[in-house]
């Protein structure tokens, strides 16, 4: 079973194809070598067996028919027999002397079987020769054995063969080990995966410190598991929290409503009645409109719109709008930019962020709270800080402020859902600017760092300082401040 895995892996079929390569080509190179070896053999048994000829042709040049024989065998009784042959006859076949049986046609090249019993076993060689017409009618032929040629050949065949065999083989053995490791990853992965979808979130895919393709897959795939856990996190929270927060202003609309259908006497009673209960579904829609804003900015469809932002500008805006809505209630909003300063985001969105911020510091600190809204060069980018001298956030619950429908105690009595902040988490995350809470001494600072989304250039804002010695007498009547304030909000988020 488990071999039976090995085999149909990816890993193995690539060390099997590779395998076949290798063998195909080692096949192709022992063909050539082996042609151009048996062509050079045979070149040079033909070369020694001319040059034997021309020295016996000339030893024998002139002479009658006995001496010539008498000259072969004298050579036969030099020379080693095994390595040339000899055979001297006359035109009927006869043999006069040499080494070698008569032989029929022997004039030209020829190849001639040759029974040997070498080593008390009876095998037949091959003796390749030449043979040509001497003086008198007489013939020679000379030869060479090509046994040991031929066992140069067979050798050659062996080694090359064997090399293919153990090419293939150790191929294969590495392709099954490949293929382990493979599926020892792989399955790695899969055992991860099946722990996630029985509903253990919190497994991951191990790594093994390598930091090579496998470690790189892993490292990917957690990131996106903690993504989808956070996701799965979120929305568990955000179901929780709907059906907690929403219960009681309809708990409340129902009572309203129950109460004008057994004590409403006229029908201006109804109509009071049903608007108390206009206004709240107005809210619980304004609620939904916000968790849908924050769903929208979380998923990143934003992220492919943005541009060049003129992030002094938007921040000279906030300080201008929002400046004579605090004065309405008391407060005192002063503010200092650095001029030229800008990113790539969402203007409407980073707006939106800030505008929120501000919001929150105007409804939820006591009259004559100081608030400073500053943007400065960092060391990676605009940094901007919203600090007021109210009561601030206990150090336990500002990671808490973020979460959706969360308010303070001392925030519960003031109109709200406790939404403003998590679109202020939703927009920062988008954007990839680090939101920080800490203490003012008194009151609380929110630094918004922008870092990255920073430009070197400008993108129009001539820049200035927006600081308490400006003149506020600028600032539209009181009248006109709610409608200001009012088109600074957006519509469908709440307050923390």
């Not at 004579?324 to 203007?347: E, F």
């Amino acid at each position: 079973m488990i071999l039976a895995r090995l085999v149909r892996t990816a890993t193995f079929r690539l060390a099997a194809g590779f395998a076949a390569l290798f063998s195909v080509s080692i096949i192709a190179v022992s063909s050539i070598v082996y042609v151009a070896m048996t062509r050079y053999s045979d070149h040079q048994i033909d070369l020694s067996i001319c040059s034997e000829m021309k020295a016996v042709r000339d030893a024998v040049a002139g002479e009658d028919p006995a001496d010539v024989a008498k000259a072969i065998n004298d050579r036969v009784a030099d020379i080693d027999p095994d390595y040339f042959y000899y055979v001297l006859q006359d035109r009927a076949g006869h043999m006069l002397a040499g080494n070698l049986r008569p032989i029929a046609g022997a004039a030209g090249w020829s190849d001639i079987p040759l029974e040997s019993t070498d080593s008390g076993t009876k095998e037949t060689r091959n003796v390749r020769g030449l043979g040509v017409d001497l003086d008198d009618g007489l013939q020679l032929f000379i030869g060479r054995d090509t046994h040991d040629l031929d066992e140069l050949q067979e050798g050659i065949t062996r080694f090359f063969l064997a090399g293919a065999a153990a090419t293939v083989i150790l191929a294969l053995a590495g392709g099954l080990v490949l293929s382990a490791r493979f599926l020892r990853r792989v399955e790695a992965v899969n055992t991860a995966t099946r722990h996630i979808m029985d509903g253990h979130l919190h497994e991951r895919v191990p790594t093994k410190g390598k930091a090579d393709e496998f470690d790189r897959l892993a490292d990917n795939l957690n990131a996106m598991l903690d993504r989808i856990q956070q996701l799965m996190q979120g929305l568990h929270q955000v179901s929780s929290d709907i059906a907690h927060d929403l219960r009681t202003p309809l708990s409340h609309m129902r009572q309203r409503l129950e109460l004008a259908r057994l004590k409403a006497a006229s029908a201006q009673d109804y109509d009071a009645a049903v608007d108390r209960a206009v206004t709240d579904i107005d809210g619980i829609l304004g609620v939904f409109a916000a968790l849908l804003r924050i769903a929208q900015i979380e998923a990143g469809a934003r992220r492919e719109g943005f541009a060049p932002v003129d992030l002094s500008g938007l921040f000279e805006t906030i300080i201008d709008t929002y400046g004579p809505v605090a004065d309405d209630v008391g407060h005192r909003l002063t503010g200092t930019v650095a001029p030229g300063l800008s990113i790539r985001g969402d203007r409407q969105l980073l707006t939106q962020m800030l505008a929120n911020l501000v919001e929150n510091t105007i409804r939820h600190t006591p009259a004559g709270t100081e608030i400073t809204v500053s943007l400065m060069p960092g060391p990676a980018g605009p940094v901007g800080i919203v600090r007021d001298t109210g009561p601030g956030i206990p150090e336990t619950a500002r990671e808490k402020v973020f979460q959706r429908f969360f308010r303070l105690d001392a925030s519960r009595m003031t109109p709200g859902s406790g939404l403003g902040l998590s679109l202020v988490s939703a927009v920062a995350q988008l954007h990839d600017v680090r939101v920080t809470l800490s203490d003012n001494h008194p009151g609380l600072a929110v630094t918004l760092d922008f870092g990255d989304l920073a430009k070197p250039q400008a993108v129009g804002s001539a820049g200035r300082t927006a600081a308490a010695a400006r003149p506020m007498g600028d600032a539209p009547p009181a009248g006109h401040r709610q409608g200001v304030w009012d088109r600074m909000r957006i519509r469908g988020t709440a307050d923390s």
